[in-house]
């Protein structure tokens, strides 16, 4: 191969990050050092040049008119009892703060629903036959999901209910989720799949969403100067958003992605920058919508293509995946994990990858630099998400000539494998995994399909050898060693016999630790917890995939409800929620929809309303007597996890069963002496 000439950055990296310091994983590591030695900034070196702004970072700038910004930081001496900070219109710190708040809230619920949308256009597309590439993958899901949008699976004929031709339910399924996003009357349809007492909390609270689009405005509108100055009705509007997210947009995306894609089902894979291969090509997807990549893995498996690859002197096509674009491969396909968001640069600083191909959200504008110093290909795909740079390549993509698009991407990558230099570097690091946990594979691995429920689950956490469940999910953030959070927070919930449920960045983290494999849980988890995962051959942690399937942690955890023997809310589960190394907008729409659903969710690194004491207060504390979950925010992992474990064990008190731990499978009248307990 013909050796290519790195074209170094302009700006010369003056400050270098120490790269056992940035990250505790090694392929990490070695990239970072590779990176500066081929004087290539990395977000890791940023991280160290440029500190965040202390006002911004504790939610007390504003800037939501012209005559500020606004600053109000917490005085070094401290808050007296008459906290007089005010902006030039007179608005407190904790307006202000709950103002941010709730248009961080806005931006992830955006990205995520708009994303749903985006699903829900192809679904529609898919089931009137406007295109072949899509098609339904899973009828049973959709008749599992019908009932949920009115939609009839059955018809009455000759005076008998027959089954209804599935295309006809796609359609009306398809017609009445678009719907979601723009209808004038009532709320959103999935609202009623929540457990009975927390839908009506949410409607005693007013915070039931009418529909996707109008929740998200709305905060635009009560955010702008001079409209809403009361911070509880602020994160109202927030909280009525967030649950537009996690119980509307987030949920139909994932739905009608196992429609359209097929309901995960446990695979094995790999993990890490190791999984990128010398002699291959090598095509890194990256983003958060499945649509492209779905097409894409199907055009690099095929023989046509790896003949071609083959007769380009590869020797086939290596896919591997970045950020929840390749959680959705991943669960689907078992196509391998290249790393996490912080590691997006260096897969490209490996000198191995070929094409890099983006679709939206959580891809950073500096990877088009860092491409400029290799052969690699940068092909961005969504209208809504282009780069300045020169030398991106832009293909656009129509769900109509979807296997085009595709092939030409692949082509591209492929024609590319002979201009890599002689700077090829792949980490040897990867970790095995067991991936592909949806609601209905717990379900399976832990219920049977005989029994076909959560009991056995709910049993094992009555009777002590589970002590409770956490999600566990999230980024990663520059400002913050890369993955130490998330590894020394899951596995101080593992020794602590808690089962971890993960999506996301730490979904990532945790399978190249290992973590993700069944046989990991002797090495890491107390004895009840090892004994169940040994017994039944899951992994003590269980990916349940990307962002917007956040939304099957929520599912998961009405199942525990309806299983019996736990309470009869969410908020009565044994079960806390974590976002570790948390940065997106999306993390704190994915936090206030878990709070309002009753769980106690702790983040690390950062709260951005650490200025505004008041509200602070009324997140962390008072918010449980309104929807039984509330917020907290831990730096350290391990205080961080024991906040987590103490929550799980007061909720075990409150069911009573604190004290049992000898095994013991409950009966169905064992379980109603606990509920009534
Ligand atoms: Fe300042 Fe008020 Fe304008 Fe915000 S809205 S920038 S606090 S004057
Ligand atoms: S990709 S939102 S960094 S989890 Fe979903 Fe990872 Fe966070 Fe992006």
């Avoid at 295109?131 to 004929?157: H, M, Q, R």
């Amino acid at each position: 191969m013909p050796e290519t000439k790195i074209t170094r950055l302009e700006k010369k990296v003056e400050k270098k990050v120490i790269p056992q310091e940035a990250s505790i994983d090694p392929a990490t590591q070695q990239m970072i050092a590779r990176a500066q030695e081929l004087k290539i900034e990395t977000v890791f070196d940023r991280a160290l040049k440029m500190k965040p702004c202390n006002i911004g970072a504790q939610g007390t700038c504003c800037k939501n008119c012209s005559m500020g910004p606004c600053r109000l930081p917490l005085p070094k001496s401290g808050i007296d009892e008459e906290d007089d900070r005010k902006g030039l219109c007179g608005a407190t710190p904790n307006t202000i703060a709950a103002r941010n708040f709730i248009r961080m809230v806005a931006g992830g619920a955006a990205a995520h629903s708009d994303h749903g949308r985006g699903v829900a256009e192809i679904f529609l597309s898919a089931a009137k036959k406007e295109t072949d590439v899509y098609k339904i993958k899973d009828p049973g899901k959709l008749l599992s999901i019908a009932p949920w949008f009115n939609v009839e699976t059955t018809i009455e004929k000759e005076g008998e209910q027959v089954d209804r031709d599935i295309d006809e339910i796609a359609v009306e399924v398809g017609e009445k989720a678009l719907n979601e996003w723009g209808k004038s009357n009532g709320e959103l349809l999935y609202l009623k799949r929540a457990p009975a007492t927390l839908y009506e909390k949410w409607g005693a609270n007013g915070v039931r969403p009418r529909n996707i689009d109008r929740e998200i405005v709305e905060i635009m509108h009560r955010t702008h100067i001079g409209v809403d100055q009361d911070y509880k009705n602020l994160i109202k509007q927030g909280t009525r958003a967030a649950i537009a997210d996690g119980w509307g947009g987030s949920m139909m995306a994932t739905d009608l992605q196992d429609v359209l894609f097929g309901t995960p089902y446990p695979l094995e894979s790999e993990a890490n920058l190791g999984v990128m291969k010398a002699d291959h090509v090598n095509i890194v997807i990256h983003g958060h919508e499945p649509i492209l990549s779905e097409v894409i893995v199907a055009v690099a498996q095929s023989k046509e293509m790896e003949a071609y690859a083959k007769s380009k002197g590869a020797k086939g096509i290596q896919l591997s995946g970045i950020c929840c674009t390749a959680n959705e491969v991943l669960q689907r396909h078992g196509v391998p994990l290249c790393g996490t968001f912080l590691q997006q640069e260096l897969a490209i600083v490996t000198g191995a990858c070929d094409a890099m191909v983006v679709d939206i959200q959580c891809i950073f504008q500096n990877v088009a630099n860092v491409a400029k110093c290799f052969h690699t290909k940068l092909i961005t795909t969504h209208p809504i998400a282009k780069m300045e740079q020169e030398n991106v390549i832009h293909i656009e993509f129509d769900e109509h000539y979807a296997l085009d698009d595709a092939k030409r991407i692949v082509k591209i990558a492929v024609d590319n494998f002979c201009n890599r230099g002689v700077d090829v570097m792949i980490p040897h690091q990867k970790g095995s995994q067991v991936a592909g946990f949806g609601v209905e594979a717990i379900k399976y691995h832990l219920g049977g399909t005989f029994r076909g429920s959560y009991y056995t689950l709910n049993d094992n956490i009555i009777n002590g050898r589970i002590r409770g469940v956490a999600g566990v999910v999230g980024c990663n953030n520059a400002r913050t060693r890369h993955n130490e959070g998330h590894i020394a927070i899951v596995k101080e919930l593992l020794k602590n016999d808690v089962l971890v449920l993960t999506t996301g960045c730490n979904g990532i983290a945790c399978a190249m630790e290992g973590l993700l494999m069944p046989g990991t849980a002797s090495a890491h988890c107390g004895p009840g917890l090892a004994e169940v995962c040994e017994t039944v051959g899951i992994p003590p942690v269980l990916h349940m995939g990307s962002c917007v399937d956040n939304s099957r942690i929520l599912l998961a955890a009405t199942e525990m409800v309806k299983a019996g023997g736990l309470g009869k809310d969410i908020s009565d589960l044994p079960v806390a929620g974590s976002a570790p190394e948390w940065m997106s907008e999306k993390a704190i729409s994915i936090g206030q929809y878990f709070v309002a659903s009753g769980v106690y969710t702790v983040f690390g690194v950062t709260f951005p309303t650490t200025g505004a004491p008041v509200f602070q207060k009324y997140l962390f504390e008072e918010f449980e007597n309104l929807y039984g979950g509330k917020w907290d925010f831990e730096i350290d992992p391990i205080q961080h996890a024991r906040k987590m474990i103490a929550h799980i064990d007061k909720k075990r008190q409150a069911l009573g069963i604190n004290k049992i731990r000898e095994r013991k499978m409950m009966d169905m009248a064992t379980r109603r002496d606990l509920e009534t307990a």
